[in-house]
């Protein structure tokens, strides 16, 4: 059962790598970076301050907590215990695989930047619900950088797919600990 996941899971890296020009790798590979998406968090974090800015700092805290914990999780935990080889690290895609000259870490079982953009859009989704338009928007933000991965070959749609399920995990504890910490914090200066 596992080999034939991780066969299909490489086939589908495969076919999806396989779509790539010249014109779009360093605009995709902009897109994969932290710093190119800094406007955008910034924008968040006006958005959520100016809505509320006594309670934002409880908003602010919940995603470093998500992300965190997202990152730790993949990044310390799961990629050094699983040790399964990125695309790009593999030597059976050498001459076979699209990559931009940039590989990473050794081990890219799962994908940190999944975790941490979905944990990011779940998170702000259910703690600014229907306080804040658009951020349903932030899951095409994380889809699009989760595609880059693979794109430039360096985690497989697998290796995405459980980033996003860690990030989301991650969101609804942060969810979890935050509100309670901030209801009882409440409960406290209210005596």
Known sequence: MIETVKKIDEELFLWLNS?????????????????????????????????????SWWVFGGVMLTILIADQVTSGLMKPFFERLRPCHDPRWEEVIHNYGRCGGLYGFVSSHAANTFGLAVFLNLKMKGKLKGLPWLFLYALVVSYTRIYLGVHYPWDIFLGAIMGTLAAWVSLVFISFVQREFVKQISK
């Not at 924008?43 to 100016?50: A, N, Q, T």
């Open 19 to 55: 779509f790539h020009s010249d014109f779009l790798d360093p605009i995709i590979f902009q897109m994969t970076e932290t710093v190119t998406w800094i406007p955008l968090y910034l924008f968040l974090i006006y958005k959520i301050y100016r809505y509320d800015p006594k309670n």
